[in-house]
């Protein structure tokens, strides 16, 4: 049997997880000594009041290959294959600590982990259309060169409503060129090739909304394409964004989620992201 494995740092539709069998590993969310299971034992909403209580951004932690071992041993059966697609490993551990667990149980299942280069919805569209793929028939190994070839093509355009979260958290380095600039800038990164760089630095929330849509229409023209929209606690923008999108793309699905902890945490709520995937037809 095929298992599809992601992690926390992908955004996957509710419905996804069962409709189309993901397994999601959870990502440590750690606030000073105590560690929380992200979606486990800590919702989105759970951590934003937790934030500000402490005044605090927490440390977020990969699955260590310990995890992984007791993640797939749970969710899968001897003999099955396992396709373990994640964040980035550019900007993630998580790939790594798959990659130790596939090696140490390579006599109980054929684990493929996956280096996705991407992050967010990103993620949840290429397990999505892996699974969509296995049941019109095809190989695991046409299912896997599916998604190597694919993950050059996704594109992730974020904008963020403050700076704050970014700087208290230290973790995004790309965007320290805007940290030293003044703190009331919207800046827009995109996250390509696995890398999260800012793109550009705009004055107003609507200028830097407009600009996502004319970077990815630069980008995809008329292409046929999945438009999805992520957003961290600003549902309004989100829709907003999702709504003007439609207008400029050939989109054959549109989606929107909210942004999952492990990203918020480092770029703050009122980011709001488009991701446009390619539609292999």
């Known amino acids: 049997m095929l298992r599809i494995v ?4 992908a955004d996957i539709l509710p419905e996804w997880q069962k409709e189309f069998g993901i397994d999601v590993i959870p990502v440590n969310i750690l606030f000073g000594e105590k560690s929380y299971l992200q979606g486990v034992e800590l919702d989105n909403e ?3 009041k937790l934030v500000e209580e402490t005044k605090r951004i927490p440390k977020t932690s990969q699955p260590s290959p310990h995890q992984f071992v007791e993640f797939y041993r749970k969710i899968a059966q001897k003999g099955d294959t396992i396709l373990s697609i994640h964040i980035t490993a550019k900007l993630s551990g998580t790939y790594a600590s798959a990659m130790s667990a596939a090696e140490e149980l390579k006599g109980e299942f054929n684990i493929i982990p ?5 992050g967010s919805l990103g993620i949840g569209l290429m397990c999505r259309e892996a699974r969509k793929l296995e049941r019109a028939g095809k190989s695991v190994d046409e299912i896997v060169k ?3 070839n694919i993950k050059s093509q996704v594109r992730v355009i974020l904008t963020l409503d403050t700076l704050e979260y970014a700087k208290m ?3 995004v380095k790309t965007l320290q060129a805007a940290l030293a600039s003044v703190l009331n800038v919207k800046p827009i990164a995109i996250l390509r090739g696995g890398e999260l760089n800012m793109a550009e630095r705009v004055r107003t929330r609507k200028a830097a909304l407009d600009r996502v849509i004319q970077i990815a229409k630069e980008e995809y023209g008329d292409k046929p394409v999945y438009v999805a929209v992520v957003h961290a606690r600003d549902l309004k923008s989100g829709q907003g964004l999702l709504d003007e999108a439609k207008k ?3 989109h054959k699905d549109t989606m929107i989620s909210e942004l999952s902890i492990s990203i918020a945490a480092n770029l703050g709520p009122g980011t709001v992201g488009l991701i446009i995937y390619p539609v292999v037809e």
């Open 146 to 148: 599916y998604v190597e």
């Open 6 to 9: 992601t992690d926390g740092a």
């Open 248 to 250: 400029h793309f050939n």
């Open 169 to 171: 958290s230290g973790r």
């Open 114 to 118: 996956i280096d996705s280069a991407c």
């Open 46 to 48: 759970g951590f934003y």
